[in-house]
C-alpha cells in the first residue's frame, strides 16, 4: 500500500537552530516527491519537485533531498517566518498523489 | 495572474442541503484538482481533470459528491444532499504538465469553508 509518513509531528526550534524534517515513503515507481508550505488559513505553496534518489534542491534556508526511501527537508537558521506546516507528497504506485500528514513547525524567536 | 480563484470563500449550509463549490484555474494550466482538508485525515484528493476530462475519482468519498469540468476555465464541485461530516475546507488546484512527467507544481487557491449543520 502506497504510504507517505511525516516526523516529528510537531517541531519547536529556536530561532536560527537548525534541524530536519523527515518523510519516508513506501511508494512504488515513484514519479516525484513534492514538499509543500501551508501556513493557517491558506492553500498549501509549493517548495520543491524531486525526481529521483540523490537529487536535492535549495530554496533560501531550506533544502530538500531524496533518497530510495526517505526525503529530508533540512532547514537552516530558521527564522519565525518559517513557521508553517509542511507537507510532504509523493506521485506514484498505485495513487495518483499520496500526502503525509505534514509537520508543524514553530519557530520561537 | 490571479492565482487560481474559489468561490465562495465561507459556506454555512443545513443538512440535506445541495452545496455547490467554484474554482477557476490559472489560464493554461491543463490539470485541475480537487481537495479535502480536515483535522481528522489531513489532506485528501478526490478528483482531477487533465484537458477538462476526469482523470480519477477513486478520492471521491460517496455518490452524494459530483465534480464537472465544463470548460478549461471553471470547474464545479458539489454535494447534494449535504451531511454535517462533509464539514471541511475544500481546495482546488491546478498546474501545468511538463512533457514527460505526470504531475508538476500545484498552485493552489485559497479553499472554500464548508460548514453543514
Known amino acids: 500500500e502506497d504510504q507517505v509518513t511525516q516526523s516529528p509531528e510537531a517541531l519547536r526550534l529556536q530561532e536560527g537552530e537548525s534541524s530536519s524534517l523527515n518523510c519516508s515513503y513506501t511508494?512504488?515507481?515513484?514519479?516525484?516527491l513534492f514538499w509543500y508550505r501551508q501556513d493557517p488559513g491558506k492553500g498549501p505553496e509549493f517548495l520543491f519537485t524531486l525526481y529521483s534518489a540523490g537529487e536535492e534542491k535549495e530554496k533560501e534556508r531550506l533544502k530538500a533531498t531524496l533518497t530510495k526511501k526517505e526525503s529530508f527537508l533540512h532547514i537552516t537558521a530558521p527564522k519565525p517566518e518559517d513557521s508553517a506546516t509542511y507537507l510532504c507528497v509523493s506521485s506514484g504506485g498505485r495513487r495518483a498523489l499520496t500526502f503525509g500528514s505534514g509537520t508543524r513547525l514553530q519557530v520561537q524567536p | 495572474d490571479a492565482g487560481v480563484i474559489q468561490s465562495p470563500r465561507h459556506e454555512v449550509t443545513e443538512m440535506g442541503q445541495e452545496v455547490t463549490l467554484r474554482c477557476k484555474p490559472i489560464s493554461g494550466h491543463d490539470y485541475l484538482f480537487w481537495y479535502r482538508q480536515t483535522m481528522m485525515r489531513g489532506l485528501e484528493l478526490l478528483i482531477y481533470?487533465?484537458?477538462?476530462?476526469?482523470?480519477?475519482d477513486s478520492g471521491m468519498p460517496e455518490d452524494r459528491f459530483s465534480a464537472k469540468m465544463p470548460n478549461a476555465s471553471f470547474s464545479t464541485l458539489k454535494i447534494q444532499p449535504s451531511e454535517p461530516r462533509d464539514s471541511a475546507v475544500y481546495f482546488c488546484?491546478?498546474?501545468?504538465?511538463?512533457?514527460?512527467?505526470?504531475?508538476?507544481?500545484?498552485?493552489f487557491g485559497p479553499g472554500t469553508r464548508l460548514t453543514v449543520l
Open positions: 488546484a491546478s498546474s501545468l504538465a511538463q512533457p514527460g512527467l505526470s504531475y508538476n507544481e500545484q498552485f
Open positions: 481533470f487533465n484537458n477538462n476530462v476526469p482523470i480519477d
Open positions: 511508494v512504488s515507481g515513484l514519479r516525484g
